[in-house]
T-cell receptor
Framework: DTGVSQDPRHKITKRGQNVTFRCDPI?????LYWYRQTLGQGPEFLTY????????KSRLLSDRFSAERPKGSFSTLEIQRTEQGDSAMYLC?????????????FGPGTRLTVL | AQSVTQLDSHVSVSEGTPVLLRCNYS??????LFWYVQHPNKGLQLLLK??????LVKGINGFEAEFKKSETSFHLTKPSAHMSDAAEYFC?????????????FGTGTRLKVLA
């Protein structure tokens, strides 16, 4: 399968624990995005990478959140000291430039539940 | 700033009747617009996209949307609803302002199809 993959698909953790999610984009895509979707809402942008450089972070991304994309391939999103409000679906998407369609391809998401 | 507004949070139609899901956009640039569908516990699937080519865009599963600049609208339609169309639908604009092309999602429209 050559689509975007995310791991794990589900994560249940206790408040205060750290969690890390992984995203593997489509191999030739140099743009990578993270979004967060809470219940009943549309996804919201968290952060953006172009190759290995993190070029934009949303104000939603508190200092407990950190994302990396070493070598411009896979990306990780870490949440430290999780809170119940972090419970959400975390979506990863990738796209390529140059691209006239600016279409992003989404992974299946990681559903985080913080108890 | 770019944004999309989905005018209905819930739409109910009978099977075999037309579907209309409404979306208005705000953009200082010629926008790239998308409709995505999300079935329960499934990932986001692209239905169709507008990227300044033909104003009437045909997508998968019989869906289409018309870009109307004068009305700043991008409504999604389908001539005949099927039970399998029941899902959450998101209108999306790609943000060109910052060069990230991040997605800005509407709040979603939940489509219910009645037998």
């Amino acid at each position: 399968d050559t689509g975007v993959s995310q791991d794990p698909r589900h994560k249940i953790t206790k408040r205060g624990q750290n969690v890390t999610f992984r995203c593997d984009p489509i191999s030739e895509h140099n743009r990578l995005y993270w979004y967060r979707q809470t219940l009943g809402q549309g996804p919201e942008f968290l952060t953006y990478f172009q190759n290995e450089a993190q070029l934009e972070k949303s104000r939603l991304l508190s200092d407990r959140f950190s994302a990396e994309r070493p070598k411009g391939s896979f990306s990780t999103l870490e949440i430290q000291r999780t809170e119940q409000g972090d419970s959400a679906m975390y979506l990863c998407a990738s796209s390529s430039i140059p691209s006239t369609s600016v279409e992003q391809f989404f992974g299946p998401g990681t559903r985080l539940t913080v108890l | 700033a770019q944004s999309v507004t989905q005018l209905d949070s819930h739409v109910s139609v009978s099977e075999g009747t037309p579907v209309l899901l409404r979306c208005n956009y705000s953009s200082s640039y010629s926008p790239s617009l998308f409709w995505y569908v999300q079935h329960p516990n499934k990932g986001l699937q692209l239905l169709l996209k507008y990227t300044s080519a033909a104003t009437l865009v045909k997508g998968i599963n019989g869906f289409e949307a018309e870009f109307k600049k004068s009305e700043t609208s991008f409504h999604l339609t389908k001539p005949s609803a099927h039970m399998s169309d029941a899902a959450e639908y998101f209108c999306v604009v790609s943000d060109r302002n910052t060069g990230t092309y991040k997605y800005i999602f509407g709040t979603g429209t939940r489509l219910k199809v009645l037998a």
